[in-house]
């Protein structure tokens, strides 16, 4: 059976059942600020197991992507030496909302294993949970498990609580589990002669699939009460079961990871038994490449915070580790084409990405290589350095900032080596030089305000505005400084409640409406409206007039102006998106955006910068579009059949089984662009009016941003353009259609004058020179020269440094400049003094601490500086003496 097979057997076995086949959600979890990745089948089901979501179906199936590279759940270090370990994985699951509990999930795990696949029973065993001093042993579990198998009781191992049981987090659903475990030996592996049970750790059981029984919740107040519709949540390891199918010793024998392997192999020109000796590299790299090409199909770039930072984790410690099995260059871009080879037919849209997902991999690899040996040749003399086992923390950082070397990559170079890493030290200098994320803040206050409003247990909120902007409704809630409240009165700030509502609550990138919510007695302000579980509508501002009562019904007024500007926007993004991939690629990918009333913000995957011809087709084909007045529908319907319309869904979002589709329609049987939007737009196009960019920039490796204007911003912009258009050209004495040529022969006298400039200075080092050589001193047989020199940057330095040492011969150099206010050093070392021991960059770190700074560089050149020009004299008068230290070290 192989993995095709292997997956089609899973879903169709559950479907005969009833279960609905549910597509595996992006890597990147929709909407949960808690994760950052998916990283279990039950992701995506979560809001469903918490009450928080309905879905159109009880039972449902899924073969889930899955990347654990984090937190608890971090496997990164055990992947290459160990035969089952990964980063990246598939899960099968098997769910059940309210719908069956034990009996079934028991029975169908086991009619699966030994009916379908027909694994012997011989080599099964299940366990079930044995109880503790809070809850009582699953003693139902047992009895099913012996029931259903003909299984004798004994053979029902029991366990305790670190592995049979589960539990959300400290509050919310839990229950025990009941775990199924494979024997791979038919004896314990510590002790030939002996049995053992799952428990034991010998290796003879490997774990293949866990049933969650969510029985019970934990409630804030310490108390356990059994849920009123008991779940079931199962997790199969669709790479271990796959390996006994095809009856091979390790996961990384199957045919998921040894074609990647081989094609190292052959890459390398390695024999069978070079690929045995080195296998944990191969591993690590077949691992690493399946996980690179997922992470970045589904959105995600190199980088150096959050998600964008752990990829650029993988890619590296890949590289790295080709480096350890013969790779001298870029090599990455071939195992990862083989892994979306493999994956493809299961994952379609790693094929339509492949040329995307590459080129970035590429990318990585290149920009990698630079620093990978320099990195490597700093840690190693570091290491060299030493006076203990372990690398304080403030160069393991300064191997991060200046080299690009994960903690963790430095960690596994220094272990092969027999040193530790200092870890606590790391952090605290990476607390030093980078701020915490406020995205963290952030999901951790709507981690809050969700449990918070979770616990009221308050019904959905009726969303009206689709339809209108206008509406009546019940004051369900009144919110004041987080307590429930009757009444609210002019000048306080408060948070409201509706039955339903107008207002579009701020989601998918498009900013809240604002408005008012008049009463009989008072009127309040609605400055931000936000759903802090889903459904629920929660309007804050402040009590302008009068005052609010709960109960009541109030008239929710949208501000209408401002909802057509935000409605003018949206659409142009969608618009913008069509354009974006027409003009550059289907590769491209929206990766973030603001939706607000002045302009829009939208955020695209693309390696290079936009070109100028490129922004003006974008442009156009926009305003093409608008000036067609093409009809914007929405339509409601099946996501499954929204996405076979064609439908664009957007890696990272959260969808529910029903969406809300908007088609920018070119004829009853054509489309312009389709996606799955839930925010509001314009009835046709030519609402929007105009559209113009303002600006393109980089955001990060791989993220471009496109920032433009509709509507009544876009004549205001349009108006500044020609204004300051006309005031240039009146300052320069110019007609405004003279202008280009008028800049045009500006530029050329600068540059004149610039070249001129350049003559100037170099005539002026040259005549320094002959008093530089001078200057030069003799130091056991070395000649040393330091010199402050008036240059205006540090190339300068460095051709001066140039001609110094073709004078010279062999010399070490030490020349400074204050530059823009602050000292900076070019330190040079002759490369036969180079090759006796002297070295660059541990004079300059020497120099640059006088001056409270600090640089690095090679043996044979290093460069640096301080913020105490005024310390610049003593420095180099400190230099004859760092010479004889090091003298006197070499000797």
Known sequence: MDSHELRRAFLDFFAQYGHTIVPSSSLVPGQDPSLLFTNAGMNQFKDAFLGLEQRPYSRATSMQRCLRVSGKHNDLEEVGPSPRHHTFFEMMGNFSFGDYFKEKAIAYAWEFFEGVLGLPRERLRPTVFAGDDEFAPDDEAARLWSEITGFPPERVARLGRKDNFWQMAEVGPAGPCSEIHYDQSGHCLRHADADCDPSCECGRWIELWNLVFMQFELRPDGSVVPLPKPSVDTGAGFERILSIMQGVATNYETDLFMPIMQRLQHMLGHSDEDRARLIAPYRAVADHSRAAVNVIADGVLPGNVGRNSILRRILRRAIYQGRLLGFAGPFLVEPARQAIAILGPAYPHLLEKQDFVLEVIADEAERFSHTLEAGLVRLETLLQDLPDQTLPGEEAFDLYATYGYPVDLTRLIAQQRGFEVDEPGFLAAQARHQATSRGEDLGSEALAAAEYYRDLQLPPTTFSGYETSRDTSPLRLLLCEGEAVRRASA???????????????????????????????????????????????????????????????????????????????????????????????EHVVQSGSLVAPDYLRFDFSHLRATKADELAEIERLVNASIRQNLPVVSRVLAKEQALQRGAIALFGEKYSETVRMISVEQDAEDYYTRELCGGTHVSRTGDIGAFFIRSESSIGAGLRRIEAVTGRPAVRWARQQRQQVEGLAELLGVAPKLLPERLQSLQEELKERERHIVDLERK????????????????????????????????????????????????????????????????????????????????????????????????????????????????????????????????
């Open 491 to 585: 000048g306080e700030q408060i948070e409201v409640v509706l039955e339903r509502t107008p207002f579009y609550a701020e989601s998918g990138g498009q900013v809240a409406d604002t408005g008012f919510l008049v009463g009989e007695h008072g009127r309040f302000a609605v400055e931000q409206v936000f759903q802090p579980i889903p459904g629920l509508t929660v309007h804050a501002g402040r009590v302008e007039e009068g005052y609010l009562e709960q109960g009541e019904t109030v008239r929710a007024e949208v501000d209408e102006e401002r909802r057509a500007d935000i409605a003018r926007n949206h659409t142009a993004t969608h618009l913008l998106h069509r354009a974006l991939r027409r003009v550059l690629g």
């Open 764 to 891: 002026l080092g040259q005549t320094q020179l002959s008093a530089l050589l001078t200057q030069v001193q003799k130091i056991d047989g070395v000649p040393v020269l330091g010199a402050r020199l008036d240059l205006p940057d540090v190339a300068r330095l460095r051709e001066v440094g140039d001609t110094l040492q073709n004078k010279l011969g062999q010399a070490i150099l030490v020349l400074a400049s204050v530059i823009d206010g602050q000292p900076r050093l070019v330190v040079m070392v002759g490369h036969e003094l180079v090759s006796r021991g002297y070295h660059a960059g541990r004079i300059l770190q020497q120099l640059s601490a006088i001056l409270g700074g600090g640089g690095g560089g090679r043996p044979a050149m290093a460069q640096g500086g301080g913020g105490s020009p005024e310390r610049l004299e003593s420095a180099l008068a400190k230099l004859a003496d760092i010479v004889r230290e090091q003298q006197a070290a070499l000797s």
